[in-house]
Each structure stands twice: as structure tokens, then as C-alpha cells.
């Protein structure tokens, strides 16, 4: 049986803050902003044949009538209490509920489970969208997930099929700028941009290190960029977007062809911050840098398997601003 299928983000601003619900997203950030994973999960199970609608709330009085299933992507920081109410309150209404944690340390998803019988599903990483677009595959025929990637209930009991492996690439994800004309795009202050996933770094505390490099087509990238390009301002989504020498060159190189403006911030390494790398940045738009500094101290870097000197951070923050970015170092 077709169902008819809710994705939304919670609304944002709480407590005077907002917070950010993308996967591998940093909680806080400081104005409102167009979420990306929301939007590119309905465009992939639109592809599907799926019956989806993406809601980015600005209130938590959201109608669930019409609706089968309820999506919610949940911050693990700030507002893990109050987004889950919207699940708690869909449960209620007699919906199917489903969690997406935004950064979903191991565990995390089993313990919420354990405590809040109102969540019928959670999609663990990785390959979210997959993971989810099968789920509502098995639901429609009326079977139990027999795939990696969900926690579910079955029987009063949890079951956990494990995280769903990694694909080489997320090419099957594609650009939802079309449904971007769905969306009020004045409302916003900034946008988010998700260009990639995973990070080749060995660090022992992150659950993203060792996740493979894997790029989205580069001509989708550049069509939500330019879809959004009225909010002026865009946060690319990507733990390591500048590794990948050739995507990061060719990216570029088309939104300066284009001649699309608009004022962008990447995160990057220390050793990707040379002359030539952050010039082909600027000149694409780029105006600002986030750096994650795993730590400065001698005693930990063995330990977290990471970490760099005095000398190299500043000589790395020096070339930022040189090129004429602004930096943003992240102490972990």
C-alpha cells in the first residue's frame, strides 16, 4: 500500500539560538538557514516513486493530517527534547515515526529508542537516504526491514540491523533545486550545501574518520548553489570538501565560468591552506575557512591519532587571511 511520507526539521530558533540538524553538523550556528539533507532526501525518494513532502518548520505546530509517516531530524545538542516531541506527538495522531539523528555517535540511537517507545524507526548511518527509502519499501508491503542500516521494533523487541556500509560515491543523491521552488527562500539568512561525505583522517575520537571520500556530481552541486544563490550566503556541508583535488578544481572552476555569486564557507585542513588552493577558493566565492584543530597538545596528538603545532596553525591562519578569507579555527 502507497504511503504518504512527512520529512521535516524542526524549527531552528531556540532559546535564542538556532541549531543545526545536518548530518555531521556542529549544533549551533547563528541565523537561520535552508537545511540541505531534508531537501535531498525528498528529491531521492521522489526519484523513487516515493510520496514525499520536505517541511523545514518555523513552528512546532505542524498539522500531520494526510500524512502516513513522520520524519524527524533530530539534534543530538540543544534540542534533542524538543525535537522529539514532534515524533511523540505524530505517534499520537496514530503516524508511523522514523529518527534521524544528526550526528549519531554509536549508541545513541538504540538508547533513544530504548527510552521513548514512541519512535518506531531509526535510520542509522550511513547512506541515510537509501536506508530510509528501503524502510518505506518494507513498510508499503508489509515486511520487516531484512536490510543494514535501521533500528526498528519488531514484537515489543528492538532490532538493530547494524549501519548500512558506505557507497563509493552519493552520485545517486540528486539536486533538489527544483523543489527549492517550493520554498521560501527569502525567510532565510544562509544556506546549507551538502557537496560530500566522509573524511580519510585516522582520528581516534570521530565517527567519521576512515569513511572514504564520496563526491555528489558536480553540475547537481552547482544547480542548488545557483538556486539558492538570492540568500547570498552558503555553508558547504562536507567534512573534507577540499581534499579531493579534482572535484574541489572542477567545482570551481564552474561557479567562476557561471559567474554565479555567492559568499561560501568550507571546512579544510591545515595542509590543503597553500597559495594556490586558496586562491582557486576566493576566486569561486569563497570567503571564509573553518579549521579543525584536533589539538595543540604534545601528549594528546599520539592518542587521537591527530594534531598539529603552534607554528602550524598560525602559519596555516596566515595564508587564509592573506588570500583575503576569513579564518575559523575549531579546537576538538
Known amino acids: 500500500m502507497a504511503m504518504k511520507t512527512l520529512l521535516l526539521n524542526p524549527p531552528k530558533h531556540l532559546r535564542g539560538i538556532y541549531v543545526c540538524r ?30 514525499v513532502d520536505a517541511l523545514d518548520a518555523e513552528t ?13 531530524w533530530i539534534c543530538i545538542l540543544h534540542s534533542f527534547y524538543e525535537d522529539i516531541q514532534l515524533l511523540k506527538g505524530a505517534k499520537e495522531e496514530g503516524k508511523r ?4 539523528l544528526n550526528d549519531a555517535h ?32 518494507s ?26 556500509p558506505y557507497l563509493p560515491d552519493v552520485e545517486h543523491l540528486p539536486s533538489y533545486s527544483g523543489i527549492l521552488s517550493e520554498v521560501p ?25 576512515r569513511t572514504g571520500l564520496r563526491r555528489r556530481k558536480i553540475d547537481d552541486v552547482v544547480a542548488e ?17 577540499p581534499t579531493t583535488a579534482q572535484w574541489r578544481d572542477a567545482l570551481c572552476d564552474q561557479l567562476i565560468a557561471r559567474k554565479i555569486r ?16 586558496l586562491k582557486k577558493l576566493k576566486a569561486a566565492g569563497c570567503d571564509s575557512i573553518m579549521l579543525a584543530v584536533e589539538t595543540l597538545d604534545a601528549d594528546v596528538k599520539g592518542k587521537v591519532k591527530g594534531g598539529t603545532s603552534h607554528q602550524r596553525l598560525k602559519t596555516g591562519i596566515e595564508n587564509i587571511r592573506r588570500a583575503g578569507m576569513v579564518p575559523i579555527p575549531v579546537f576538538l
Open 139 to 164: 513498510w508499503e508491503e508489509d515486511e520487516y526491514p531484512n536490510f543494514p542500516g535501521v533500528i526498528y521494533r519488531k514484537d515489543g523487541k528492538l532490532v538493530d540491523t547494524g549501519r548500512m
Open 185 to 209: 527562500l527569502k525567510r532565510y539568512g544562509a544556506a546549507a550545501i551538502t557537496t560530500g561525505r566522509g573524511c580519510p583522517m585516522p582520528h581516534s575520537f570521530c565517527l567519521y574518520s
Open 106 to 137: 554509536e549508541g545513541l540511537e538504540m538508547e533513544a529508542m530504548q527510552r521513548f517507545d514512541f519512535i518506531d524507526a531509526s535510520i542509522r548511518l550511513w547512506e541515510r537516504e537509501v536506508a530510509l527509502g528501503r524502510l518505506l519499501s
Open 22 to 51: 545536518e548530518e555531521n553538523g556542529i549544533g549551533e550556528v547563528d541565523c537561520d538557514f535552508l537545511p540541505s539533507n531534508i531537501y535531498l532526501a525528498a528529491a531521492y525518494l521522489r526519484e523513487m516513486g516515493k510520496d
Open 225 to 241: 548553489i545557483e538556486a539558492v544563490s538570492s540568500v547570498g550566503r552558503v555553508m558547504i556541508m562536507d567534512p573534507s570538501m
Open 60 to 72: 512546532s505546530i505542524v498539522s500531520f493530517d494526510g500524512y502516513d509517516v513522520v520524519v524527524v
Open 97 to 100: 515515526t522514523v529518527m534521524v
Open 262 to 277: 555567492v559568499s561560501w564557507r568550507t571546512d579544510a585542513k591545515l595542509q590543503q591552506c597553500n597559495a594556490g588552493t
